[in-house]
Structures are given as structure tokens and as C-alpha cells.
């Protein structure tokens, strides 16, 4: 059915081209947390996060349900952190590897917050801070949080090989991080104080490429090409360039994925240079053996929820552009011969 | 870090409690279609499909690139009935049963479609239209799709089994649909023709409920707790009962679900009555042997996107409540002795 006659006609200021959208009321990032295991805890971000985990179980009985809780934890610290009650939240966003996104289910289920799965692998954190600026720009929520997990052990049992097994890890690997990190959004009411809020100010969603990369074991440079494709159009869309930024984050194409980021970005005229950083390779030290650096819908989130943000509260960063790159294939589409998709949303925070 | 001081306050008109909202620009549905497999074809809303396959491999090398495909093909055919171009989409909100969503990941690779990948199991095309709706009520977009798909083989031999194993199936079972819909939405302009459109005028979001249902095999019986849940918020924070409606459409409690569903409103004071259809139970005759009804992410979507918005096109139907419920365990989860999780997204859909 249609009526193709229908030409809709929008106000144009808040659409920028078909992917980015400036977000006029500046959702402020109110209160962030993060939780993470103790390889995460031991890296450079160490003294960042709310929490560093003991061991990988944290007293759970498998892998999969110490997931759920470290999100839920993120969850409840950043609400607590917000000075927020569970039933004063409109929407919980969250997602993460497992298969239908058990971890994000699990942590919620019986609580009092109404839930939206989001799922961009790697990417996670950045579509739920986008969708959830939408809820509060639209005026249809008031408070929302954002939030992403992976756990290493569980990801790799469900990806790859169990641990155990000891399968070998070529260099191009990357090391799935046990981590979870929320961040708190809310429409700053008019007169409150906002000076120094991290804000949402503009975003641009993601196309999914394919670029034929079929190595699982070397995500970081599927997810390239998806990165270059969303800030060829962030920065074509919204009239700015990578100078306008103290800060552009990737998360996570690690050490050789970068590499090759920053010399497509060189080859296209949008140089990069020594404002990029990546989660991946942040959360890590070279020594830690992870192999080309970090991944994982929580190697993003938590990253993102310690250093970036409290770093732009301390007045380090002003202008950050936070870029979730994620690679969308599973195991069965790699045994059947598909290459690996992925995608890249683009968020920009601005203090 | 936090600012606990901050207290926001926003516009009260749009927010309805915390779990329901009101469209004050109520996107209009302008188009929508629906592509099913051969059983779908041949039950009772055979004609109601743009495109029945004559078998389940659609001239794939194996179910879950048919899945991709039909998916593929509902979204192409809802953008060719609403005039679109795919570049002048603003956001394709989509999601499936395959791990990582992957039917939805490969559907839309290197399209020029804006991607964001949502996961509520069956609910999935709710979620969709909630969120495609929001980003339309915020100004930030102005052409969505949402849609969703489910297929019959590529989930039976991930969930459960293989179907060449035989295993039996008990009665409480129900048949996961080969089916994919795409609905289309936009705001329409002033002086444009909507009489007759369906327009999305209110939506709930879930909660994740779990009733400690623990057998995968009766999913209906998981996910009614959470339908009763997400009705009682819509209609205590919307002020509505169940009499405002024309039609309350639930995707998919099947047979057994339906029944308890009807019973438990009944009990609330809400009763739903002759109003209530279930897209499991539409979808299918009873001698198709499909036991308790169909389920599947394409279930939902493909009834919602033929019948039911085709009988409102034709004017049959006035005001339709359409709640999406989805099971959110995995089988790993079930495996670890978990129960089954469940969600349910309510979307008020006015002609």
C-alpha cells in the first residue's frame, strides 16, 4: 500500500543529509560509570573505573550471568551517580555480544526500567546514546541511560574457542575486554547548572560495509572502512572538520586497524593525526599480551563512561567526537563463506 | 561522577508516566509489505502478502541468506510503495532471531540505508516503530523503515534443532514463521492527504519480565507476564481502556498464551475480550500443524505490515493497539537452568 503522492517536508536545521542530526536541546551526559575485569583494571585506565572486578566469575556461576551483573552494576552506579531512583528512568538502552543480547536482558529483567535492545556489536554504546538524545530531543523521556557490556570469557566460548581449549591467536586478534560502562542523559532543565556537561550536540548514524574482509580474527580493519564511510558523512553533513575536535575516538579498531584509519582518513583530505585515539588501544598496555589491542561492546562503553567523560568534566577535552565501529557477522556467516559487515555511528559531546 | 543537583524537568505533555508517550506529530504509516514463505502463503492471510516464495531457500545457499533476502525484498518493496528512493532514507530500523542479527547486518550492507540495529525478539518490529517513530517526533528524520524478519529453518537449527533431525515437538510449541515486514513512516506535511492513514499516535515501552518460565517450548505462556505488564502502564498512564480499540493485537502469544492473556486482563479489570487477535494464531489454520500458533520476529511484522494495516487502509479497523511480545532467553541461558525473560512494546496505531 502507499500514497506516493505524499511528499513529506521537515524542518530542515535539525537533519543534516540523511545521517547526521543536530540535536538542539544538547542532551547533557549527567553521570557515567563503569565496571571492569581485573586484566581492564590492571591497564593504563585502571584508576578510572568505579569498579575493578576480583576475577572474571565475580561469584557467579558462569561467565554469561558475571556479564549481566557487571552491567547491571554500571547500570545502578551511573543511576546512583545521577542521584536517580530505577523508577524514575524512561529508558534503559543497552545491548552486547551475546546472542540475542542475553546479558542486557538478564541485568534488567524484574526491575522497573522500561528497556530498549540495541545491538551494533562493538558500536553498542555509540546507538544508544544516539537513540536515547532522540527520546529526550523528542521530548518523550526525561531520563535515559545508555549502557553496553562484553566479558571476555564469554565472548571467546561464544565466538571462538573456550579459553581452555588454548587456540592460538594470530597478531591481528583482538582481546575481548570484561567490561561495562553506562552513561546517564538528561535534558538540562532551563537555570540548572550545566557549565562543564559533557553535551550530545550532533550525531550521524552508520551504513553498514562490507569490504570483503572475511578474517574474523582481524576485526579491526573490517570495521575500517565503515569508520571512513560515517565521518566522510559527519563531516560533509555538519560542515565541520577533524580540526574542530580536541578528540576523535574510535572504538575499537585497535592498533592495526588505526593504523589504517588514519592514513584512509590522510588519502580522503580529512587528516586525522594525533587527535585520534581507540578505545582499544587505550585500555591496554602493549606488555598485556591482547594482542592488537582491545574489543568488545564494553571496551567502548567503559572508555568511554571513565576517561573520555571525566576527562571533559576535569576540562581536558572540550570537543570530543566518539565514533562505535562494529563488526556485525557472526559465526555461522563466517562458515558459510560471508565476509564481515560493519557498521560505525558517530556521536559528537561537547563540553 | 554526577551532578546530583541538576533536576530536570521537561515538557510533561508527550511523557505519560515513564513508560508511555503520546506523538504529538503522529507519524503516518504511508506504506508497508510483507514477503513470507510457502506455509505462511497458505494460511488464512495468504492474499494479504506482497510476495509468498514458492520454497524456503529462495535460490540461497542456505536459510539465513534467505532470511536476509526476503528481509531485503519487504524493505525494498515498502520503500518502492512509499516513492522512496534508498537514498533518501533517513533510518532503516531493523532486527531478527539469527545471532547478532545478522539477517538484518547482511540485508543492508553497502545500501545507502542508515542502519540501526534493534533487538526485542519477536517484539523487534514494535521496538522499531517506537523508536522510528521518536526519531521522526524529534525533527531528526524524516523517511524511516522499520521492519523485521524471522525464518522457519534458520531459527529451528539455532534455537532447537535442525528440522532434518526430526526431533518432536510438543504441543505447547510454537512454529517460527519464514517471514519478513517493512512498514514505512514519515511526518506527513501540512496540506498533505492523510485521511485514512494510520498514524502512530501513542507507544509504551516494556519492561523485561520473567515469570520464572523455564520451558523454551512454551514461549506464549514467557511472555504474557510482560504483555500484562506493559498494558496495565499503557493503559493506566494513557488513561484509555481496552474499549477505546477496535482491535489489540498481541505477536505472538499463539494459542495457549492467548488464552491466559485474555484470562489474567480479564482479572485486572481490563478486559480485552473479542478484541483481541494474536498474529501466531492469524497467521496459520489450525490443520497446518504449526501446534500452539507462530512466533518469529517476521510473524509480528509480516501480519502488522498486510492485514492489519491494509483492513485500516481499507477502513475496517479504526484504532489498533499493537503489542509486539518477545522471549529474550538464548539457548545457552536456558542451558545454565535460566528462566525465560520477556518483553513487550505497545504501539497505538489510529486510522
Redesign the interface.
Known amino acids: 500500500?502507499?500514497?506516493?503522492?505524499?511528499?513529506?517536508?521537515?524542518?530542515a536545521a535539525?537533519?543534516l543529509g540523511?545521517?547526521s542530526?543536530r540535536?538542539e536541546t544538547a542532551p547533557?551526559i549527567?553521570?557515567?560509570a563503569s565496571v571492569v575485569g581485573p586484566r581492564e583494571g590492571q591497564g593504563p585506565l585502571g584508576r578510572y573505573f568505579e569498579t575493578v572486578l576480583e576475577d572474571e566469575r565475580y561469584g557467579e556461576?558462569?561467565f554469561?550471568?558475571a556479564e549481566s551483573r557487571i552491567l547491571k552494576d554500571a547500570v545502578n552506579a551511573a543511576l546512583?551517580?545521577?542521584?536517580w531512583q530505577e523508577?524514575?528512568?524512561?529508558?534503559l538502552l543497552s545491548?552486547d555480544?551475546?546472542?540475542?543480547?542475553?546479558a542486557s536482558?538478564?541485568a534488567?529483567?524484574?526491575?522497573?526500567?522500561?528497556?530498549?535492545?540495541?545491538?551494533?556489536?562493538c558500536a553498542t554504546i555509540a546507538?544508544g546514546l544516539?537513540?536515547g538524545a532522540?527520546?529526550l530531543?523528542?521530548?518523550?523521556?526525561?531520563?535515559v541511560v545508555a549502557a553496553a557490556s562484553s566479558h571476555h570469557e564469554a565472548a571467546e566460548r561464544?565466538y571462538r574457542y573456550p579459553n581452555e581449549f588454548g587456540a592460538q591467536r594470530p597478531p591481528t586478534a583482538q582481546w575481548t575486554a570484561t567490561a561495562a560502562g553506562a552513561v546517564a542523559l538528561?535534558?538540562?532543565?532551563t537555570g540548572?547548572?550545566?557549565a562543564g556537561?559533557p553535551r550530545i550536540t550532533y550525531a550521524t548514524?552508520?551504513?553498514?560495509?562490507?569490504c570483503g574482509q572475511k578474517d574474523p580474527y582481524d576485526m579491526g580493519t573490517a570495521e575500517v572502512p565503515a569508520a571512513w564511510d560515517t565521518l566522510v558523512a559527519h563531516f560533509r553533513e555538519t560542515g565541520r572538520d577533524p580540526a574542530y575536535y580536541d578528540l576523535i575516538v574510535t572504538g575499537d579498531l585497535a592498533r592495526i586497524g588505526s593504523e589504517i584509519f588514519r592514513e584512509g582518513m590522510r588519502r580522503r583530505g580529512l587528516e586525522v593525526g594525533s587527535r585520534h585515539v581507540d578505545c582499544g588501544v587505550l585500555l591496554y598496555r602493549p606488555e598485556q599480551d591482547v594482542h592488537a589491542g582491545g574489543s568488545g561492546a564494553g571496551c567502548a562503553a567503559s572508555v568511554l563512561a571513565s576517561y573520555i567523560?571525566?576527562e571533559m568534566?576535569a576540562g581536558r577535552f572540550r570537543r570530543v567526537l566518539f565514533i562505535g565501529t562494529g563488526s556485525?557477522?557472526?559465526?555461522?556467516?563466517i562458515q558459510?563463506?560471508?565476509a564481515i559487515?560493519a557498521?560505525a555511528h558517530a556521536v559528537a559531546i561537547e563540553a
Open positions: 500500500m502507499a500514497v506516493a503522492s505524499m511528499i513529506p517536508v521537515q524542518a535539525k537533519r540523511h545521517q542530526m540535536f547533557a549527567i553521570a557515567s556461576r558462569c554469561e550471568q546512583g551517580a545521577a542521584g523508577t524514575e528512568l524512561d529508558a545491548g555480544l551475546l546472542n540475542q543480547t542475553v536482558n538478564y534488567v529483567r524484574n526491575t522497573k526500567m522500561p528497556f530498549l535492545g540495541v545491538f551494533a556489536a546507538e544516539l537513540v532522540s527520546l530531543e523528542a521530548g518523550l523521556a526525561a531520563r561464544q538528561v535534558v538540562p532543565a540548572c547548572e550545566t556537561l548514524i552508520g551504513r553498514v560495509v562490507d567523560l571525566k568534566r556485525l557477522h557472526n559465526p555461522v556467516s558459510q563463506g560471508e559487515p557498521i
